[in-house]
């Protein structure tokens, strides 16, 4: 199993960053990608962006380039979610996942097996 324990979420104006940090544990070898997802209140949960454990390749939902960046220290087995200019929509749970599987879409929430409690983000007008 891999274990996941995000950090870093809180209360932002807008315009503002925020820095999200996953720290993964366990049976990390298996990790092909890790995944950062985000849940509104009554919304689905959504994809935000990805990164793949070994070449560091990186995925980003159009809404996000250009404001996020998702990072990864494989030393630390930590990922990192940068963003900037931050807005009232962007308030949300923001999860971060793991990909065991290289055949799975990176889009999809069922495609990851294990799933951090999530961190809040709140972002304020």
């Known amino acids: 199993q891999v274990q996941l324990v995000e950090s870093g979420g809180g209360l932002v104006q807008a315009g503002g960053s925020l820095r999200l940090s996953c720290a993964a544990s366990g049976r990390t070898f298996n990790i092909y990608t890790m995944g950062w997802f985000r849940q509104a209140p009554g919304k689905e949960r959504e994809f935000v962006a990805a990164?793949?454990?070994?070449?560091?390749?990186?995925y980003y939902k159009d809404s996000m380039k250009g404001r996020f960046t998702i990072s990864r220290d494989n030393a630390k087995n930590t990922v990192y979610l940068q963003m900037n200019s931050l807005k009232p929509e962007d308030t949300a749970v923001y999860y971060c996942a793991t990909k065991t599987s290289p055949d799975r879409s990176n889009w999809l929430v069922l495609s990851y097996d294990y799933w951090g409690q999530g961190t809040q983000v709140t972002v304020s007008s």
């Open positions: 990164i793949s454990w070994s070449g560091g390749s990186q």
